[in-house]
């Protein structure tokens, strides 16, 4: 399996509930590198340019506003297969469906406010890192 990258965003729920350090230690407890960090508060356009992909979900505007609701940490992870190792780490976009010991089942609050985002495809992670990083501020 090659080394990938991809782009993780710890949403405002766990800014709020001082969480960062308890999601950070699972991604590297997996295997992952954060390779890049940076804490940050979305504007709505940044917001609605980032989830553009969703804009016609019923869930779109809701989304926004809480993405925007409070600091966000956007980082790169780095590792073996990281994007699906992530996704894996992550647990399922619904708390209530997520497994055992992944960061949705033991911190999102709900199906909106679960805690992460995280690339889902190659193009994807390339496309979402791009939208935060300079190729400089990486560092692996
Ligand atoms: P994931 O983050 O697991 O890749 P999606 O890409 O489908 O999930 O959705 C993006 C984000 O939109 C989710 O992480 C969640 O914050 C929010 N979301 C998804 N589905 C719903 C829903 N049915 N109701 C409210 N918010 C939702
Ligand atoms: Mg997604």
């Known amino acids: 399996m090659a080394v990938e990258r991809t782009l993780s965003i710890i949403k405002p729920d766990a800014t ?15 295997g992952l590198r954060v390779v890049a960090s940076r804490r940050i ?36 992870l780095e590792g073996e297969g ?3 190792k992530n996704r894996d780490v992550m647990g ?8 055992a010991g992944t960061i949705r089942k033991e911190f999102a ?12 495809a190659p193009e994807t992670a390339a496309n979402e890192i791009k939208f935060f990083f300079r190729d400089l501020d990486i560092v692996g």
Do not use: W
């Not at 940044?46 to 992909?53: D, L, N, Q």
């Open 41 to 76: 508060r979305l504007s709505q356009a940044e917001a609605e340019a980032f989830y553009g992909v969703h804009k016609e979900r019923p869930f779109f505007k809701d989304l926004v506003q809480f993405m925007i609701s409070g600091p966000v940490v956007v980082q790169v």
């Open 92 to 99: 399922a976009t619904n708390p209530a469906n997520a497994a």
């Open 109 to 120: 609050e709900s199906i909106e406010a679960n805690s992460v985002h995280g690339s889902d």
């Open 16 to 30: 709020r509930r001082n969480l960062t350090g308890k999601i950070i230690a699972k991604f590297e407890d997996a």
């Open 82 to 84: 990281a994007i699906q």
